[in-house]
């Protein structure tokens, strides 16, 4: 008989100790250390009485058919996945709370069962009650999804055993599901992996698409241990502003497509509704010339995007001035600031500055430095920046203007939304044709300095 044998898992990064302590050594988190229970082999049993079979092996030229695609019927879904879910692959979203990864899935659930597949949808948190009436308010009542509330595991694969051919499995959330062949409690770094391996097993020998939700904790990171984020196929991160009504479902990790794809949502009374211009939403409350707003052209996946960047430049009254930032990296707009007054004579020492990235969109390519750039200098010299212009460009630390990728792709969804002119790097080919857009191009960046000195 198995021995029982006591050990301390760290719930934050799965690091197992010998004992009880405060803080965790290997990520330094406090409070984190749960003591679990797991069985051990007593001395002399060996570990495994089976003896393993040779495999087949293949080779790398062997042909293979693309894998086939489940479509979700939601484009904005279908556009991150790499084309829809695929038979036997295993999806994690992670998000905040209330961001609406529940409702998103519900949705998904009931498009695939209205369009004639199979969908069941297993609730750990809700009562069916109130799954129901989610569905009436989103006016899904009428989809034949199959639900359950259950957070057992053997019950859980007990009911898919016997429903194999269904075509989608919702797992909400995988932090609730528990093993009762396990003597921790739900949600410890033992049961989410336990869970997780399990499910993963019986929908890649099912070939079922298997959506886990995914709790998240105060640092943005899905909850437990980093292994399950490897042992799924796609990793997918809900974003957004509780403020703002888009949302942006983001790839950070998928098997069967790229990787820096989003979809863009809008959260409505039915629900989520697909955004399918996004530059459109993002500029749709754009008024009249204002100092420190530029619209920066971006590229998200394959998808062009443009965004307006607004930043505020105002004397300090504290000894230590502000720099505050919302949607961008607060490391790179420190590397901006040092540019500006270092390589362009901007005395911006004594000044507070903000900086925010309108409608909840987070950027993370170097294509924005310039917009940022300009958006600084522009609220600093008071000088607006016409509305009609687009900006994008990297800037180096020696105050030049670097090209970026796709350029052509930027100023093409410029042209389309009506924008007359551009301001971009000076090094870099772009397919200018007569009478399209005006082009401002730029090698350094004391040159956007000096133009907006002269207008003010």
Same mark, same amino acid.
């Given at each position: 008989?198995?021995?029982?044998?006591?050990?301390?898992?760290?719930?934050?990064?799965?690091?197992?100790?010998?004992?009880?302590?405060?803080?965790? *050594?290997?990520?330094?988190?406090?409070?984190?250390?749960?003591?679990?229970?797991?069985?051990?082999?007593?001395?002399?049993?060996?570990?495994?009485?089976?003896?393993?079979?040779?495999?087949?092996?293949?080779?790398?030229?062997?042909?293979?058919?693309?894998?086939?695609?489940?479509?979700?019927?939601?484009?904005?879904?279908?556009?991150?996945?790499?084309?829809?879910?695929?038979?036997?692959?295993?999806?994690?979203?992670?998000?905040?709370?209330? !961001? &609406?990864?529940?409702?998103?899935?519900?949705?998904?659930?009931?498009?695939?069962?209205?369009?004639?597949?199979?969908? =069941?949808?297993?609730?750990?948190?809700?009562?069916?009650?109130?799954?129901?009436?989610?569905?009436?308010?989103?006016?899904?009542?009428?989809?034949?999804?199959?639900?359950?509330?259950?957070? *057992?595991?053997?019950?859980?694969?007990?009911?898919?055993?016997?429903?194999?051919?269904?075509?989608?499995?919702?797992?909400?959330?995988?932090?609730?599901?528990?093993?009762?062949?396990?003597?921790?409690?739900?949600?410890?770094?033992?049961?989410?992996?336990?869970?997780?391996?399990?499910?993963?097993?019986?929908?890649?020998?099912?070939?079922?698409?298997?959506?886990?939700? &995914?709790?998240?904790?105060?640092?943005?990171? !899905?909850?437990?241990?980093?292994?399950?984020?490897?042992?799924?196929?796609?990793?997918?991160?809900?974003?957004?502003?509780?403020?703002?009504?888009?949302?942006?479902?983001?790839?950070?990790?998928?098997?069967?497509?790229?990787?820096?794809?989003?979809?863009?949502?809008?959260?409505?009374?039915?629900? =989520?509704?697909?955004?399918?211009?996004?530059?459109?939403?993002?500029?749709?409350?754009?008024?009249?010339?204002?100092?420190?707003?530029?619209?920066?052209?971006?590229?998200?996946?394959?998808?062009?995007?443009?965004?307006? !960047?607004?930043?505020?430049?105002?004397?300090?009254?504290?000894?230590?001035?502000?720099?505050?930032?919302? &949607?961008?990296?607060?490391?790179?707009?420190?590397?901006?600031?040092?540019?500006?007054?270092?390589?362009?004579?901007?005395? =911006?020492?004594?000044?507070?500055?903000?900086?925010?990235?309108?409608?909840? =969109?987070?950027?993370?390519?170097?294509?924005?430095?310039?917009?940022?750039?300009?958006?600084?200098?522009?609220?600093?010299?008071?000088?607006?920046?016409?509305?009609?212009?687009?900006?994008?460009?990297?800037?180096?630390?020696?105050?030049?203007?670097?090209?970026?990728?796709?350029?052509?792709?930027?100023?093409?969804?410029?042209?389309?939304?009506?924008?007359?002119?551009?301001?971009?790097?000076?090094?870099?080919?772009?397919?200018?044709?007569?009478?399209? !857009?005006?082009?401002?191009?730029?090698?350094?960046?004391?040159?956007?300095?000096?133009?907006?000195?002269?207008?003010?």
């Amino acid at each position: 008989m198995a021995k029982l044998k006591n050990s301390f898992v760290c719930q934050n990064c799965g690091a197992v100790h010998s004992q009880w302590n405060g803080r965790c *050594n290997a990520c330094d988190e406090w409070n984190t250390i749960v003591e679990e229970v797991t069985s051990q082999a007593p001395p002399g049993v060996p570990k495994s009485v089976h003896k393993g079979k040779v495999l087949g092996l293949e080779t790398l030229r062997q042909a293979s058919d693309e894998a086939p695609r489940v479509p979700t019927r939601i484009a904005e879904l279908d556009r991150v996945t790499g084309g829809g879910l695929v038979p036997g692959s295993a999806l994690l979203i992670g998000g905040e709370p209330g !961001i &609406g990864k529940s409702t998103l899935l519900l949705q998904v659930a009931a498009a695939i069962a209205s369009g004639g597949g199979s969908a =069941l949808y297993f609730s750990g948190e809700e009562a069916a009650a109130q799954v129901r009436l989610r569905a009436a308010r989103l006016g899904l009542g009428d989809a034949p999804v199959g639900l359950a509330c259950e957070t *057992n595991l053997a019950n859980i694969l007990s009911t898919l055993g016997k429903n194999k051919n269904a075509n989608l499995v919702v797992i909400d959330s995988i932090q609730t599901i528990w093993s009762d062949s396990l003597e921790s409690a739900p949600g410890t770094v033992a049961q989410v992996r336990a869970a997780t391996q399990a499910l993963i097993r019986h929908a890649k020998a099912s070939s079922t698409a298997l959506l886990l939700v &995914g709790h998240v904790t105060k640092d943005g990171q !899905i909850a437990g241990p980093k292994v399950v984020e490897h042992m799924v196929d796609t990793v997918l991160y809900f974003e957004g502003d509780r403020g703002q009504p888009f949302r942006i479902l983001r790839a950070v990790k998928n098997r069967f497509g790229a990787t820096d794809e989003i979809g863009v949502f809008e959260m409505a009374e039915q629900g =989520l509704q697909e955004v399918a211009n996004p530059s459109e939403l993002f500029l749709g409350e754009r008024g009249t010339d204002s100092p420190g707003a530029v619209v920066f052209a971006g590229v998200e996946g394959t998808r062009p995007i443009l965004v307006e !960047i607004q930043a505020l430049v105002t004397r300090s009254t504290l000894g230590t001035p502000r720099r505050a930032v919302v &949607g961008w990296d607060n490391s790179r707009l420190s590397m901006v600031l040092a540019v500006l007054q270092a390589r362009c004579g901007l005395n =911006l020492a004594g000044h507070d500055v903000y900086l925010n990235i309108a409608g909840g =969109l987070k950027i993370a390519e170097p294509a924005a430095d310039l917009a940022a750039a300009a958006a600084l200098a522009s609220s600093h010299l008071s000088v607006a920046v016409p509305l009609d212009t687009v900006v994008f460009g990297e800037i180096s630390l020696s105050g030049g203007v670097r090209a970026v990728s796709h350029a052509n792709m930027r100023l093409k969804e410029a042209q389309k939304l009506g924008f007359k002119s551009a301001i971009l790097p000076a090094s870099g080919d772009v397919e200018q044709k007569r009478g399209l !857009i005006a082009l401002k191009r730029l090698d350094r960046l004391q040159q956007l300095v000096e133009h907006f000195a002269r207008e003010a």
